[in-house]
Nanobody
Framework: QAQLVESGGGSVQAGDSLKLSCEAS????????MAWFRQAAGKEREFVGL????????EYADSVKGRFTISRDIARTTGYLQMNRLNSEDTAVYYC????????????????WGQGTQVTVSS
């Protein structure tokens, strides 16, 4: 089993920045993908972006491209979601997730999930 612990959420003003962290522990995989999803109240879980852990290759949803950046610290087995120029539409609970099977924008593809962290953006 892998455990994911998220941190860094909070309440900010529109235009502000916030950085989320996702620390992985437990089972390790020779290759895996860490993804970030978000779920706003009353809406379905939405893909935000992902990073292929070994290669550092990233992919983003159109809604966050150019504003959000995903990175990772291999030694700390921690992934990061840097969010800039936040707006009210970014308000949601943010989740990190890991899959050892490859990359996907579909939440059902991911086996391990963090507990979620709330991000609230006030305009």
């Amino acid at each position: 089993q892998a455990q994911l612990v998220e941190s860094g959420g909070g309440s900010v003003q529109a235009g502000d920045s916030l950085k989320l962290s996702c620390e992985a522990s437990g089972r390790t995989f020779s290759t895996y993908v860490m993804a970030w999803f978000r779920q706003a109240a009353g809406k379905e879980r939405e893909f935000v972006g992902l990073i292929i852990w070994s290669a550092g290759v990233t992919e983003y949803a159109d809604s966050v491209k150019g504003r959000f950046t995903i990175s990772r610290d291999i030694a700390r087995t921690t992934g990061y979601l840097q969010m800039n120029r936040l707006n009210s539409e970014d308000t949601a609970v943010y989740y990190c997730a890991v899959s050892p099977r490859g990359s996907s924008k579909n939440a059902y593809f991911y086996d391990y999930w963090g507990q979620g962290t709330q991000v609230t953006v006030s305009s």
